[in-house]
């Protein structure tokens, strides 16, 4: 037996015999550290302003102490008012991190340190974006048609006429477009030791964390306010008989107000970690290799939304042509023609992605250990976390007046033949608004641990694994949505006549088609997907 131990004693001393000793060395290590960030901030306003005062007036003004012969009168104005302001934000953020590390090989054989290796990956992306627009569209427009004709004689008149045609518009739209892709990379491979007595065992250690912040920010404000006035008031005023031509008042009055407020935004973060242990030729006395992963991965997402139209219409059109006659009076046809729309739209959306995918592999290396051997030790640690909180606001308001009337005035000393009398009135009020929520959260997270082989026969320590996997998904939104719808439509057809003789009146109409609402709808959808895989393998 003690010439067993002399020999054994005899062949370690003779290790360190060599000009460069291979015993009592430590091991080399590897220290990696790969950080990024990246930070964006936007900011986008747009205003846009359209104010129009358009007055159209023909005013023929005839006196004459004879007879008069008039001719056709008219006043016909097309009047346009426009404001559209846009504000727009797009971002794009791409992070790309990989990191390697081998192990070199060790040609230490006995009292050898164990190899380490350290690897940290850090990424962070912040974007934070604010868009606003408003647009503001203010429109007066007066059309008037008002011949005056006063004859001592008697008069016979052409036909009188004012048509208007307004619109005005006020639209804005504020949009936020943002995407964040974060991809880590990180690999360890252990090199190879030849240590074959009292080796300390390697450790390898990853840490990846990937963070993504996106706050959105979108105000759209649109207002369109529109008086149109449109007026035909033909005034004769004769000693002897009037003979009237027809008189119409038309109008074609639109007034339109639109907001669109959007956040849309995609966040996709992958990460991978991977380690493999590197063989070991130590048979006696050896410490076991460890093996560490840590993955996190968080995202948040914030937006809000908020669009506001509104749309006022005072539509004024009449046709109030005055006969004053000492004889007789043979009237034209008389009519008054409206056509008034008014609309208020609003629209808040957001829209956000998330995507989270981690993966963790640990792969131990083999042991050549037969006595007095360590156990191996896995850690694994994955943990995600997503959080989206989105708010739209939406608010629609209509709100119209519009009048209509037809009321010719007819005063004679002698017999009136009246033409047909008709007001004919087409209003249409409406106030709509939209607002809406979608997100999508996936989460996939795997986890895998294969120890490593080991051949330890005497005095033999237990390999340890443990794995920790976690996940968290939160999802809030709030969608709002208002509108509202006020409309005052008066059709008049109100003919006043007044003789000394005779009336025969023509035919009398008044028709009015009123058309009012207010729709709103809000919604909100979420998805939220979760995997997770978790392996061991002893």
Known sequence: MRTKLMALIASTVALGLGTSPAWGQGAPGQAQTVGQQAATTQNANANANANQNAVNANVPVTIAGGNVSGGSSSANQAASNKAAAAAVNAASTAQSASANQVGGKSSCTAGCGGAGQYQAVGQQANTNQNANANANAKQNAVNANVPVTIAGGSVSGGSSSANQAASNTGAAAAVNLASTQQSASANQVGGSSSCIYGCGGAGQYQLVGQQANTSQNANANANATQNAVNANVPVTIAGGNVSGGSSSANQEAANVAGALALNASETNQTAAANQVGGSSSCGYGCGGAGQAQVVGQQATTYQNANAN????????????????????????????????????????????????????????????????????????LIAQQAATTQNANANANATQNAVNGNSPVTIAGGNVSGGSSSANQAAFN?????????????????????????????????????????????????????ANAYQNAVNSNAPVITAGGSVLGGSSSANQTAFNLGAALSFNLAQTLQQAFANQVL
């Open 309 to 380: 139209a509104n749309a006022y219409q005072n539509a004024v059109n009449a046709n109030t042509p005055v006969t004053i006659a000492g004889g007789s009076v043979s009237g034209g046809s008389s009519s008054a023609n409206q056509a008034a729309t008014n609309i208020g739209a609003a629209a808040a959306g957001n829209l956000a992605s998330t995507t989270q995918a981690a993966s963790a592999n640990q792969v131990g290396g083999s042991s050549s250990c037969v006595y007095g051997c360590g156990g191996a030790g896995q850690y694994q």
């Open 430 to 482: 409406i106030g709509a608004a939209a607002a809406g929520n979608v997100a999508y959260t996936a989460q996939v997270a795997s986890a895998n641990q294969v120890g490593g082989a080991s051949s330890c026969i005497y005095g033999c320590g237990g390999a340890g694994q443990y794995q920790a996997v976690g996940q968290q998904a939160t999802t809030w939104q709030n969608a709002n949505a208002y």
